[in-house]
């Protein structure tokens, strides 16, 4: 029933060979792995706006959004060429933590792995809140749920995935191009109702008194805020092996039309933003304002909310390839503990899926599943992570010296100064709104990745084996405890006999009036194994026990002890109290002593 | 190191020729087990008042309060004369429950059982709550900590009794005698002031309106409420067996003691409440306000609040001899688990105390330590037992005949229906404050109760041994999962070479490239055994192996098989996730299997 269950969850199981044929073509990537970075337009004006209102409406309707989001853009495009070098260079993936650790060397591989780890929790986090934000946009009774909307949409998302990522593939790839369609008709639409009708949105009217002046800081904290429109982009490079052959290529080119794409609806929406003369509210996002006041509240202003959600979730997944792939290459590498680099029965890494999906949840938890207070832990470590990829392949490429490799040093080397840059900027900017955590965080996670190695190493020199290595047979002493004598307990000594010469039954005598007649049932059922009794003057199970097993392991150097303990396996889960207690006291005391096998042999009860 | 914090706070162990030493004096017995009845003047009149204030303060000031105290010391005449007889027929204690077992039949005997168990727990839940009520009277800042105060005399009574009941006699017992002379100076010096001062309370100039009028429901509701000043009665006649010999006749003496102070004071305390005009107050108790007007703000009022204090924490330790005990008893007869009739090495029931905090404190929790709430809940059990418990008495007496059964059958027949009529009157009148809760309760522990019986009945049967049955050896076949070859396998493959000759190393070859490698190191290290290697095209671990446990259990019908799973114990806490993940999968899926015997053997990590 168990097992139908599964199937029904999570589809049939899919064998090894088939590994080849979950492949992705182009048109199928794109969605899956670009949606993170073309989702982010969703919210990363919005974003900035919000930090701009600080210094008034006033400020936050000036150009310096459009000027900001511009900045931004040519940062992605520096990154964005950058990582088309990345992915033809390491066509295996793994990403930031491969090309840092084989270039630079494993610290910076173990630094850069911990942010990609943050960052992909981050994104699903993040988008799975914009998505219920979006939501809510449009229907804004949900608002009192949104907890709850979140974890559910992380609820389903984790589902799939443990089905398997083909199925993913066609059921998001649909949504991806309805948003996109649907983003580029608002753009289009929406710039030119505002040039010819003077559109503008109901916000426009409300007027937020300055808190701060405007500041240098203050653009740049703006310019922070923005730097999420471009988590997502090494998506891409992260996962060049679940492309169709030819990988690299396929990849690239995937990489160019995300970021071309990605930069057109970012600066359309900032515009836009500008131009109508929107406010972020508590429960309507910019996007939605802005598409309410194009298209008014029609069907097509709820298809793009849709679209918007729908995108949103595809994000989330998109980490949901990159997460699980990353656990399992620094598993192999012996820095995660080794149940996430097992590919489960789906062809998919189900703990990694799992482990993700958990940790997501939390932060939805803690942040109340609240957008703008989770973006400020966004964007550093994604940009620590560019900054050590792009390091590396410097590195790469001074190392192996190709054709042409002192454009791709100067390309790459531009690449990792910007965003290493960028990278102090974010962490300054955004450091009280919640960038301090991923501040501490990164290096605990270092540390904890080093010492599981540090394990793992020192586990694998202890089990070597040298060729003397032989093993030889012991003497066993078989102890069987005998609380009683009864039928229950008759499998427990048939098993013991099979097992040594040297059998034994012990009797902890807590209640010394009933030894006489234990005794005689003895020589009648005992099949003349012999019986001890060990004294207990204080009613202990226990220590008349372990001193007797004391002595046991005195008699003899190369003897093993193994203590029987009769169980009793009843019919019904309640009755599982009212049996067996001494049983399991008596073995978890014996967990602690060495050189003694505790074994249960069950007896059935019938009814 | 755990051994010695045990003998920090539970004392030494004591061997059982001791337990007869630890048997109690009636100058320590009064003031052990007498204490939950002589206690209950610190809330019954007080529960009266506030019952009757629904009909205003003009009513609530009328003698009514009086006389309906004046029948409670009539029902408590007829109770206590009625258990004297008791006590005298049941040496061995077990109260209630023995008495309505033997007399009327297993189905009495647990109804008396369940209502007894409910009384005990109620009787630590209602004392404790009235002991923070009347500490915070003295202290009223302490009134925001009430549930903490109350949980936390739980755990102290609970570790002064799994240390052993003789300390806590000697401890308890100056507090009781306290209690006594300082209530009697009370009611003393109270009366002579309101005869010659016309001595009252601030609270007499508080007025209430009426809420209802004055009707005989009400009246029986005061009734109702006073009659927790009588529930403690029974604890002398179950604790027989702790008296110094003769015991029956020192447990009489005792209780008709203990019958002549309660009703003594009880009537003293109401008279003053009614004289000075009183009202309960949230953070002042009545015997505090009165005491307060009595002595002012002295030493001697202090005294009185902490000797209140105590006896009240004495009271509920009362349930602490009790409760273990009846629930051995009815451990001995198989309706509760067995673990509850074990003594413990300190000669007390320590699981039965252990239930007994549990269940009280979960009350204390539920109910918020609110004494007025938890008292609609007491009463009933405890007259639920009186009543079986005479009924008991009177077929006891016709039964055996001895010299005057007439009148033995007279006085326990009046009582029997005396409290039979209350039990009716505190089910009805309090139904909808709480009663209701032990109305289902009752029936429901009832039943448990019996199906605990049924199980253990039907498991004997099972267990019993005719004189045909023996035990034969049975053929073993051993089974090593051989995950991969290296030192952490070679304990568990020494240990398999001792248990049979029939010994076969299993291999699910979830990664098919290493299958070869692992073939030619068995060939090394493998001592000649068979090493079988399983194909398992989905990667799965348990699925090939549950197939050829199938197949190897057909091989012969005398076979049982032994499963060994090499286990690694590492030297730290966290290390243990990183280990042992996949072993400990196969064991849960093999907990499910027959005539399987599943041994880890451990290979100890060094650093």
Known sequence: MLTQLRRLLFGSPLPTWRAIHERLPKVLALPILASDA???????????????????????????????????????????TSYRQTVQAYPSGGGAYTVAKENLGIHYGLTAGASLMIGYVLTVAVSIAAGVAALISAFPELAEYRVSLALGGIGIITLGNL???????????????????????????????????????????????????????????????????MTGTEAISNAVPTFRPPESRNAATTLAWMAAILGTMFMGISYLAW?????????????????????????FYLLIQFATVLILVLAANTSYAGFPW????????????????????KLVYSNGILLLSLLAGFLVVVFRGDTHRLIPLYAVGVFLSFTLSQSGMVKHFIRTKAPGWRRSVAISGIGAMTTGVVTLVLAVAR??????????????????????????????????????????????????????????????????TTLSSDVRAIHVETEPDITPLLEERWEQYGGGLPLVILESPYRSLLKPLLEYLDEARQERSDRVITVIIPEFVPVKWWQKILHNQSGLAVKIALLFQRDIVVTNVRYYLQE
Not at 52 to 75: F, H, K
Not at 185 to 205: C, D, E, N, W
Not at 326 to 345: C, E, K
Request: with cysteine; hydrophobic share 55%.
């Open 275 to 299: 131009r109508t003369g929107v406010v972020p509210l508590e429960h309507e996002t910019v996007v939605s304002q802005i598409a309410r006041a194009t298209f008014g509240n029609t069907w």
């Open 163 to 229: 089905r398997g990522v083909r199925e993913s593939g066609l059921l998001f790839a649909l949504p991806t191009y309805v948003f996109l369609f649907s983003a580029f008709a608002l753009i289009v639409v929406g710039i030119y109702r505002v040039h010819t009708a003077g559109l503008i949105v109901r916000s426009a009217s409300v007027a937020v008194p300055a808190v701060e002046g405007l500041t240098l800081f203050l653009v740049l904290r703006t310019f922070s805020g923005g730097c999420v429109a």
């Open 431 to 496: 450091f009280v709104e919640g960038a301090w955590i991923v501040v501490l965080l990164i290096p605990l996670i270092w540390v904890v990745l080093w010492r599981i190695h540090a394990h793992y190493i020192m586990v694998g020199n202890q089990l070597r084996l040298t060729p003397e290595d032989r093993f030889e047979p012991l003497r066993n002493t078989v102890l069987v405890l005998l609380p009683s004598i009864h039928k229950g307990v008759m499998p427990a000594l048939e098993y013991a």
């Open 38 to 80: 073309l989702s982010s337009v969703a919210y990363a004006s919005e974003e900035m706006l919000l930090i701009l209102l600080v210094a008034g409406t006033a400020i936050a309707r000036s150009p310096i959004l459009v000027y900001a989001s511009g900045a931004i853009v040519i940062l992605l495009a520096i990154v964005a």
């Open 326 to 345: 990353l656990a399992s290459v620094m598993a192999r590498d012996r820095f995660l503990p080794r149940q996430l680099y097992n590919l489960g029965d």
